[in-house]
């Protein structure tokens, strides 16, 4: 991945809380990861602000979240991120099984014609968050805070009140909604005492990160 992406460093930015005080949010989100950065681009596109908290100051490194099926195609074409994903992504939609050398099995995911998106995108993961940043700062509506950590927080009546670290202190605001997109081990959630309720099963995956050199 080193020889063809070099992730981005995105700056801390004094909050204004650390020098005025405790302030108020409609929305708070924590975990700027593909799906904080989603959400937040989503309810900007619907006029909504939001503030958004990352310990980082980077995207996701490897492939992760490689393959891209269509209705989440289609999201991120109505966020204005369709383009982008055709163009820079590996489309298919045909899977084949081999046993050996022989095809075992072939399998046709869009068979139908005249969809704008295809059944999949392959894309590493880092190349859409960075783009989802571009678009969430372009949009003027995502207060996007790197270098920011929860280390605590309170519910009180109809708000919310968040604790959190920076490497210039800390400070404090309040919430009327609290997205908790920081992962299986949300910080969020095991300060609520909720559960990643969902299904583990047995098999197992490898998503390896390959850069070939290909004979001109």
Known sequence: MSATW?????PFRRPPELDRGLSHHRVAIVGAGMV??????DLARHGIATVLL???DTVSIGSRAICLAKRTLEIYDRLGLGERLLD???TWQVGK???GASLAYAFDLLPETGHRMPAFVNLQQYY??????????AS???????????SALDCAGDHVRLTVETPEGTYALTAEW?????GARSTVRAALDLPFVGHVFRDRFLIADVVLKGKV
């Not at 070099?6 to 995105?10: D, G, I, L, Q, W």
């Not at 904080?36 to 681009?41: D, E, N, P, S």
């Open 140 to 150: 003027g509506l995502v207060d996007l805070r790197w270098q920011s950590r929860l």
């Open 178 to 182: 609290l997205l908790a997109c920081d």
């Open 97 to 99: 099984v081999f046993h």
């Open 54 to 56: 990352d310990e980082d």
């Open 88 to 90: 820079k992504g590996v």
């Open 36 to 41: 904080g950065l989603t959400v937040a681009l």
């Open 6 to 10: 070099t992730s981005p460093r995105f």
């Open 128 to 137: 859409l968050e960075a783009w989802l940043v571009e678009a969430c700062a």
